[in-house]
C-alpha cells in the first residue's frame, strides 16, 4: 500500500513540473513569456533583453566634416539665352574628402511669367539647362515641356569620379508622375503628386 501511494506522489509531481514547464516559453535562452492569462506580455527585464539582443543592423552615416558651394546656372537652349543664377549646390565631404551629401538650395523666384515662358519653351521644343558655375563640365538638361507638364518638382542625381572626391557629372531623373499617382494609395501623398506650382523649384537630390 505504501509502495502504491508512493508511486502515485511521483506521478503527481511529474505531471506538476511538465505543466510548470509548459507554462513559459524561452526566448534566445533568457527571456522567458507567460502562455496563460499574460501570454503577450513580456515583463519591463524581458524588454530590456530583447532590446539589446536585437539583431536589426545599424544604419552607420559618415560625418560631414567639410563643405564645399558652388553656384547653380539656368537657360533655355538657345542663343539667345544667357546663364542667369538659380541658387547653389552644397557638396558635403567625409574626414578622407569622400563626397558623401549634395544638397541644391534654390534661390529662384519664377514668378507669376515663368509658366508662360515654360509653355513657349515647350512650343519651341527646348531645353531646360542647368550648370554648376565653374565648372562647366557639369551641366545637364532636360525637355522644357516636361517641366510645364509636372510644375517645378525635380530630382538631380550627382555621380563622382573613381577617386569620389569630385563630382564628375549630374543629371534629371526622369518621373513619370501621372504614373506614380496612378499607384500611389495615400490620398494625401496622391494629391502632392498631381498638384503642379510653378513659382519656386522643388528640389530633391542624391549622389551616387
Not at 15 to 38: F, N
Not at 45 to 68: F, R
Not at 78 to 98: E, F, M, N, Q, Y
Not at 138 to 155: D, R
Amino acid at each position: 500500500m505504501m509502495k502504491a501511494s508512493l508511486i502515485a506522489a511521483l506521478l503527481l509531481l511529474g505531471t506538476a513540473s511538465v505543466q510548470g514547464q509548459s507554462r513559459k516559453v524561452v526566448l534566445d535562452d533568457d527571456l522567458e513569456i507567460g502562455m496563460d492569462g499574460d501570454e503577450n506580455i513580456l515583463s519591463n527585464e524581458a524588454l530590456k533583453k530583447a532590446s539589446l539582443n536585437s539583431k536589426t543592423p545599424k544604419v552607420v552615416v559618415a560625418d560631414i566634416v567639410k563643405t564645399e558651394r558652388f553656384g547653380l546656372e539656368y537657360k533655355f537652349e538657345g542663343a539667345a539665352s544667357l546663364w542667369s543664377p538659380r541658387g547653389r549646390i552644397i557638396v558635403g565631404k567625409d574626414g578622407s574628402g569622400k563626397i558623401v551629401n549634395v544638397e541644391v538650395e534654390n534661390e529662384f523666384n519664377a514668378g507669376d511669367n515663368f509658366k508662360e515662358t515654360l509653355n513657349n519653351q515647350c512650343s519651341q521644343d527646348n531645353l531646360y539647362q542647368l550648370r554648376v558655375k565653374g565648372q562647366e563640365d557639369l551641366l545637364t538638361s532636360i525637355p522644357s515641356c516636361h517641366l510645364y507638364k509636372n510644375g517645378l518638382n525635380e530630382t538631380l542625381v550627382f555621380h563622382t569620379d573613381s577617386s569620389g572626391k569630385s563630382l564628375s557629372i549630374f543629371s534629371y531623373e526622369i518621373q513619370d508622375v501621372n504614373f506614380l499617382a496612378s499607384i500611389e494609395k495615400n490620398p494625401r501623398k496622391r494629391r502632392i503628386l498631381t498638384t503642379k506650382h510653378f513659382d519656386a523649384f522643388t528640389t530633391k537630390a542624391s549622389v551616387q
